[in-house]
């Protein structure tokens, strides 16, 4: 059995100071999801988790959201022997381009790097949606949500870590005066 934490950490994918998320939540502790991403030898472990746990579930099509989810639909869509789609955001809403067809029924897995409040994964799986898409279920390497999200579709998470997250204006790290790193940026 794989230790999740003791990879993550040997890898130097948590990363400890003060951090705007994705989502523009704060928090004290942020993975990094390119450690895991530029080895494929141990992105491949999870992909492989994912596409075991829904083996029995028939899907036809994994989708993921650019820009980790894309890296994730194409490895577990290349272990369940299925395509592989990718949802792009444009004008602040996650879109099947680039000449993506979903057919009325297609049961879709929505894959993604690491969930926070959910916001990329469950909009790739609405857009899926709204182009005939059943949606059997999302999956993430990482379930880093301190509390439970309440998702319209089941989700399955490779590893879940409890770590805080707080809005800008409640942060004990604001009020501390912490410098705040943004992830992405020249920063980190």
């Not at 022997?81 to 955001?89: T, V």
């Amino acid at each position: 059995m794989i230790n999740y934490r003791n990879l993550l950490d040997d890898l130097g994918a948590v990363k400890k100071g003060h951090f705007e998320l994705t989502s523009g939540l704060h928090s004290e502790y942020y993975i990094e999801k390119f450690r895991l991403l530029e080895k494929p030898e141990i992105s491949t472990l999870f992909c492989k988790d994912i596409a075991d746990h829904f083996n029995n579930e028939n899907i036809e099509t994994v989708a993921g959201p650019t820009t980790g989810g894309i890296i994730i639909a194409y490895d577990v869509a290349n272990y369940i022997k299925k395509r592989a789609i990718y949802a792009e955001k444009v004008d602040g809403k996650r879109v099947f381009r680039r000449d993506f067809k979903i057919t009325k029924g297609e049961r879709i897995l929505v894959v993604d790097d690491i969930l926070t409040t959910g916001g990329s994964i469950v909009e790739t799986a609405q857009s899926a949606e709204e182009k005939g898409g059943i949606i059997v279920g999302l999956a993430v390497f990482i379930n880093r949500s301190s509390e439970s999200i309440r998702l319209p579709y089941p989700l399955y998470s490779v590893y879940s870590i409890d770590i805080e997250k707080y809005a800008k204006e409640d942060c004990p790290l604001c009020r501390r005066n912490i410098p705040l790193t943004i992830p992405g940026s020249k920063n980190l």
